[in-house]
């Protein structure tokens, strides 16, 4: 790869979960991006995406956010992000969301199509297949729907684990069922998505791993909690933070390991 300073300039999307919950997702990314040989900035006048005001029909705040975040990236060769719902919601809502005015749809479109979610623009996009990384301990992978389904996020994240020494990764069964956070779904029907969350819990234990791995926040922090009031002792890491190489500290949603 050439050097950062003459591959392209990539905006960082950083998401509000990995913002408040996981900024080590945030380093991890950075890390990845630069080894892939790209300049990597991160706009201080980025929000959110707005994707919880446009699920819930809010779109007149949905709307001023994509705006926001559009003026904030237009000027980068690419907009890439750790998070596949987010990255769906630049490349796909965005057109929509802003299709009845003809200037704001057309620079939806422009940001949308140099939009992409982390793993899928290091695969696809910067050809990276293999990474220096070392993992001791065997995984399990969630599909997270929006990555899935939204963009065809599938094999891209289990060829380059492939290349990470000593890790092994073991499929569970059902890994495209959806776990059951889906945004503002885990609160308006708490019954139903701890039910999905304990048939998912059961499909990793099944597998016998030691760590589950995806590319989603949303639904590692929702698992996480699951596994852990039930007792599990599963780490959980977003996949960049092991193909970097960053996952020697607490897995989310575990308490921090004291300091020596």
Known sequence: MPPASHGPRVGLFATCLMNLFRPNVGFAAVKLLEDAGCTV??????TCCGQPGYNAGDFDTARA?????IAAFEGFDYVVGPSGSCMATLRIDY????ADDADWRLRAEGLAA????????LADVRGVQTVVADYAGTATYHDACSGLRGLGIKAQPRRLLGSVAGLTLAEMADT???CGFGGSFCVSYPEISGRMADDKR???????????L???LGCLLHLAGRMKRCGSTVKVFHTAEVLAGMADGAGIGAAKEPQK
Not at 114 to 121: A, G, V, Y
């Open 41 to 46: 900035e991160v706009p201080q006048a980025q």
């Open 202 to 212: 059961a499909r990793v234990a099944e597998t016998g791993a030691d760590t589950l």
């Open 65 to 69: 956010l994509a705006r926001q975040v």
């Open 114 to 121: 140099k939009s992409f979610e982390l793993i899928s623009f």
């Open 95 to 98: 057109p929509k969301l802003l």
């Open 176 to 178: 495209e069922v959806c």
């Open 214 to 216: 995806g590319g989603d």
